[in-house]
């Protein structure tokens, strides 16, 4: 399926959060799938169809939560959501009043973090081409509101989709991770993807505990490169749950 994520935890009161990255247009049978029934919040890394397309579908989280749902994005990504998604952002105008999302719109930029229920979002500018789009480093906060000394597994752990290179000021919010989640699309030269070889030498360079490797084309095999790659590095799978009690993440 088309590539999102939900990060799941228990903020500081004992309550149940989730928050995804990004809403693709298999979001209502991936959430099906892991049972996910809230949605507090999401962040967008950018504005195409394969990362965006499911937004619709969040509505029923509305209906669970009894809330509207916070949106973070750049200003690129908000304005082709609105422009999507005039029934959702002007339903003022909509003909008939129909059953749409509620959400919150809210601009983010590159390297002003964002907090949201116990965990920092902090934006890292990553290189899609000739479009400039956004990953993500998350870590938790402690009782003040700083991040935390500890950092409960699997954090900090940095989501970068999309990639075909990292400017050099992203850099340093690539450091001390204990998890990347990086684009790697297939063997091939591509011109706004990672290769296989070089998703492979970022990794090894950006040197987290723990690299799990996304966006796959069929041109790769599974199960012929997962055993091939470097220790600390697997290509990731539909339904993965990186786990903090789990040691391997599966």
């Known amino acids: 399926m088309r ?11 004992g309550g149940a959060r989730a928050i995804l990255i990004d809403t693709a247009p298999d979001l209502r049978e991936q959430a099906l799938r892991t049972g996910l029934r809230r949605c507090d919040a999401i962040v ?4 195409h169809v394969d990362h965006t397309f499911g937004l619709d579908e ?11 749902i916070d949106v973070y ?21 909509n003909e008939n009043d129909s059953f749409v999302a509620s959400l919150i719109p809210r601009l983010i930029d590159p390297d002003v973090p964002i907090d949201v229920h116990g965990l920092r979002f902090t934006p890292v500018r990553l290189l899609h081409g000739r479009l400039p789009m956004l990953g993500f480093r998350i870590e938790a906060l402690d009782g003040s509101g700083a991040i935390a000394a500890e950092q409960p597994e699997p954090l900090p752990l940095a989501y970068c989709t999309d990639v075909s290179a ?6 340093r919010r690539l450091t001390g991770l204990r998890t990347l989640i990086l684009d790697m699309l297939r063997y091939r030269k591509h011109p706004t993807h990672f290769t296989v070889d070089e998703a492979i030498s970022t990794a090894a360079r950006v040197e987290a505990d723990r690299t799990w490797f996304i966006h796959m084309t069929h041109d790769i095999l599974h199960g012929d490169l997962d055993e091939r ?3 600390g590095m697997a290509l990731s799978y539909d339904g993965l749950v990186i786990d903090a009690d789990a040691v391997d993440g599966r």
């Open 3 to 13: 590539s999102s994520a939900c990060v799941r935890f228990t903020d500081a009161s």
């Open 44 to 47: 967008y890394t950018h504005n």
């Open 58 to 68: 969040v509505r029923r989280f509305n209906a669970l939560m009894k809330c509207p």
């Open 73 to 93: 994005a750049d200003e690129r990504t908000m304005r082709a959501l609105h422009r999507v998604y005039q029934h959702i952002f002007d339903r003022e105008k």
């Open 166 to 171: 990292i400017p050099p000021e992203s850099w």
């Open 229 to 231: 790659l470097p220790e």
